[in-house]
């Protein structure tokens, strides 16, 4: 797959705002477990927490449902986290050799530019381009605002 450049980005942010407003998104990430017979000699490497065996489709899908990046074939047994830490994705994300634009003004806000992220859920680490839920207690207004803001654009 051809790797996005900056404009790319932009153009994928643009599709995030227009369809779950949600600015300065560039993608929404998860891993799917795909199924697989138990490999030869693998012993438990393979067997997922649900039960059966797998390798991990780790995405970055846009908001037009079409994957941007991937990564392909972890363990089962490995968390999301741990495999999109590990993956050449999150290596270029965290050296930014991604391209991603420079950090922009949010609509209707005064404060500073804010980075262009990745939106994922609380299987994910807190970086300066990954966001996640806040944890669901006791949460004021704003933050299940932008729980659910955040839900919106994890749906792509």
Same mark, same amino acid.
């Given at each position: 797959m051809p790797t @996005?450049?900056? #404009? &790319?980005?932009? !153009?994928?942010?643009r599709? $995030?705002?227009q369809s779950?407003? $949600?600015p300065n998104c560039i993608g #929404?990430? &998860?891993g799917k477990h795909i199924r697989v017979k138990k490999p030869p000699h693998s012993g438990s490497r393979y067997f997922n927490y649900k039960q059966y065996f797998s390798v991990v489709l780790m995405a970055l899908a846009d908001?037009?449902?079409? $994957?941007?990046i991937v990564d392909i074939g972890a363990y089962g047994s490995t968390s999301d986290s741990s495999i999109f830490s590990a993956s050449r994705m999150?290596? !270029?994300? !965290?050296?930014?050799q991604l391209a991603l634009p420079e950090p922009s003004s949010l609509p209707g806000y005064a404060g @500073? @530019?804010?980075p262009f992220v990745i939106v994922a859920d609380e299987g994910f680490a807190l970086s300066p381009h990954i966001l996640r839920p806040f944890p669901r207690r006791d949460l004021d207004e704003r933050k299940r605002i932008f729980n659910y803001r955040l839900t919106r654009a994890r749906r792509y």
């Open positions: @996005p450049k900056a #404009e &790319d980005w932009l !153009r994928i942010a599709g $995030f705002y779950a407003q $949600f #929404e990430l &998860d908001s037009n449902y079409k $994957f941007v999150g290596e !270029r994300l !965290r050296q930014n @500073p @530019p804010a």
